[in-house]
């Protein structure tokens, strides 16, 4: 049984099933909350260093008013320059918010390799390569199965029957003390991006 992260609430989560599509240089990927953690720590660990931690989070509602405009925006923060170890520890310390949060999305990359698993609205899970078959083992180790058309959340959505994405605060922190506390290790705001209200 498929099983949505705690701050995604999804109206069908019936016609959700894990799997993933193959496409010339990405794997889309429908993965079960209890596996998320397990597969991107060893996704990354096939990578070689260093390694970058991107996080996308909603922009304040302070900051939206002083830009002004009918759109909304996410801040996109990097984190460059990582080694393994140091990945690791961000993820024991803040893997749980990362995981659990409904309103952010992060990737973790090489940047070597030009290769990452995004975890994007949803939890919607991307695998970009430029050879991304060969990731196909790891996703069948944790019995996820390819299929010809992933069926995913945005499918499901309707104008009466919407999904929900919240924030959540795990242990006292939230998404946004984490990026705090990431910046104190060198995180810094790469960019705005656009995105239609909600």
């Not at 009918?70 to 990362?98: A, C, K, P, R, S």
Request: proline share 6%; aromatic share 14%.
């Amino acid at each position: 049984m498929f099983i949505s992260a705690p701050g995604v609430k999804i109206p069908f989560p019936e016609k959700i099933d894990e799997g993933f599509q193959v496409f010339p240089e990405s794997l889309y990927i429908n993965v079960s909350y209890e596996k998320l953690s397990a597969l991107i720590s060893e996704f990354y660990k096939l990578l070689p260093e260093p390694f970058f931690l991107a996080i996308h989070i909603p922009l304040s509602i302070y900051e939206e008013r002083e830009l002004g405009g009918e759109m909304f925006h996410d801040e996109v923060l990097y984190l460059d320059g990582q080694t393994q170890n140091q990945i690791d520890e961000i993820m024991e310390l803040y893997g749980e918010v990362l995981f659990a949060d409904g309103i952010s999305k992060f990737a973790i990359a090489s940047h070597t390799a030009h290769e990452e698993i995004f975890i994007q609205k949803y939890k919607l899970t991307q695998i970009y390569s430029k050879t991304p078959k060969k990731y196909i083992p790891l996703l069948e180790k944790y019995g996820i199965t390819r299929t010809p058309h992933l069926i995913t959340v945005w499918d499901t959505f309707t104008e009466e029957f919407p999904g929900e994405c919240s924030k959540m605060i795990v242990n006292g922190i939230s998404i946004y003390d984490v990026v705090e506390k990431l910046k104190g290790r060198g995180m810094y705001r790469a960019k705005l991006e656009e995105k239609a209200p909600m």
